[in-house]
């Protein structure tokens, strides 16, 4: 199986795994990469699509590995598939590949870098860009960008970029520490001694900086005057603009020696080192680089004192804190006690409510049957009463009908006046009980 086929295999792991690796899989990945563009008989373009769903460091770590193995056709492919970016994650996997190649080739590294920014030099950074830069070049361990300055023929894409990594350093919204930002700053007038630009970018970025030195501690200024005064010379007038006049350099120690004496041992050394002017120089150089160091040093030293005055004064918030908080789970404490006892008369009330609810229902029942059985008495007292009358009408209308004729009787004068008595005696004994036939003397 091919390197290529393996990282493909790899890639398709990841993807079921949603992007997720750990150490042991981007240290494989990694080396896959440097095999596949490493071997010269594999074409490195059939792994692109592999290399999508991999994490970006993965892919940093690997590319910055083969990078100086590379021939200028391998990457210029490589770089023709780092098209523009289009989302946050193919933004991160630029900036952390540009970062990968900063010690190793600043002119890609910084035409990378001047890829992420947006297309109009004045366009703003937007916060997943700013967040990005934060996090690649000034996290954990913050990078020296000096070798950006490798291309020499302009100055354009340079500043643009330096411009961009000095307004996200200083930017207060990120809280990127102070000795980050003093190598940072440190490092872009290194470049500006050593390109001398006189380009309105250089301009505003000299000017950013001379507002973010004046929120220094002094000493932490005056190292850095003397650290680049000592180093470039010849730009003190630019280093003057932006922190005052060079200051003079720490006076050295008394030798014990006269002037130009060296020791035996050291003699032959020394004379051919005179004698090679362009090590003399180096060595100068690399000494006076020390020496700026020494002095950054003990600019360090000011800061973690600052630093300790800083934690004593956290420490004693946090024990305030500690006092508060303490204050606060007593009455929390206390609070969840009231809480306990509103909770119990809660339950109580609930159980007096259902009592409550229950004589409730137990009486809307014992009503209902009262009327049921009120109901039912009414029913059978009307009942009775009615039956009552009607005996009673009978009995009356009994003795009224004892002498009426019979039906097959002959009607006479003297039986119709019978009849007729006993008629009007009928309608009296019904107006006795309360039957009223007669409505008015013409309707009889």
Same mark, same amino acid.
């Given at each position: ?25 981007? $240290? ?141 350093? %200083? ?168 809480? $306990? ?95 009223? %036939? ?7």
């Amino acid at each position: 199986m091919s390197a290529i086929d393996e990282l493909k295999n790899v890639a398709k792991v990841v993807k079921s795994k949603k992007g997720r690796m750990d150490a042991r899989e981007r $240290e494989v990945a990694s080396e896959l990469i440097v095999s596949v563009w490493k071997d010269a008989s594999l074409d490195p373009s059939e792994s692109f699509s592999a290399l999508e769903p991999l994490q970006s460091e993965a892919i940093a770590e690997g590319i910055a590995q083969v990078w100086g193995n590379l021939t200028d056709d391998r990457r210029k492919l490589f770089d023709n598939w780092l098209s523009k970016p289009k989302n946050e994650r193919s933004s991160r996997r630029l900036a952390l590949l540009s970062a990968s190649l900063l010690q190793i080739d600043g002119i890609t590294s910084l035409n990378w870098l001047n890829r992420l920014l947006p297309a109009n030099s004045k366009g703003k950074i937007t916060r997943e860009l700013g967040q990005i830069l934060v996090s690649v070049f000034f996290g954990t361990k913050p990078l020296r960008i000096t070798r950006l300055a490798e291309e020499r023929r302009g100055t354009e894409d340079l500043g643009r970029v330096v411009r961009t990594l000095l307004e996200v350093a %200083v930017d207060d919204h990120w809280a990127v520490e102070l000795m980050v930002r003093y190598r940072l700053v440190e490092d872009i007038l290194t470049i500006a001694a050593e390109r001398s630009p006189e380009t309105a970018e250089w301009k505003a970025i000299q000017n950013r900086i001379e507002i973010e030195i004046k929120r220094w501690p002094q000493p932490l200024v005056r190292q850095l005057n003397r650290a680049l005064c000592i180093r470039f010379p010849e730009a003190q007038p630019v280093f003057t603009k932006i922190m005052g006049r060079c200051e003079a350099p720490p006076p050295t120690p008394t030798p014990t020696r006269q002037p130009g004496e060296v020791s035996d041992e050291l003699r032959p050394l020394v004379e051919n080192l005179v004698e090679d002017k362009a090590l003399k120089t180096l060595f100068d150089r690399r000494l006076a680089a020390i020496s700026a160091e020494i002095e950054e040093l003990k600019a360090l030293v000011i800061v973690v004192a600052e630093r300790e005055t800083a934690l004593k004064d956290a420490e004693r918030r946090l024990e305030e804190s500690q006092v508060r908080e303490s204050s606060l789970q007593a009455a929390m404490k206390r609070l969840e006690g009231d809480l $306990e006892d509103s909770i119990a008369k809660t339950k109580q009330a609930n159980l007096q409510i259902v009592e409550i609810e229950r004589a409730n229902r137990m009486t809307k029942e014992n009503l209902e049957a009262d009327r049921d059985r009120l109901r039912q008495q009414i029913t059978a007292n009307a009942v009775g009463r009615v039956e009552e009358f009607k005996n009673n009408l009978a009995i009356v209308l009994a003795r009224l009908i004892r002498d009426l004729p019979n039906r097959e009787e002959r009607l006479t004068p003297e039986v119709g006046n019978i009849v007729f008595l006993q008629f009007h005696q009928f309608l009296d004994a019904l107006d006795a009980q309360g039957i009223k %036939v007669r409505r008015s003397r013409g309707a009889v």
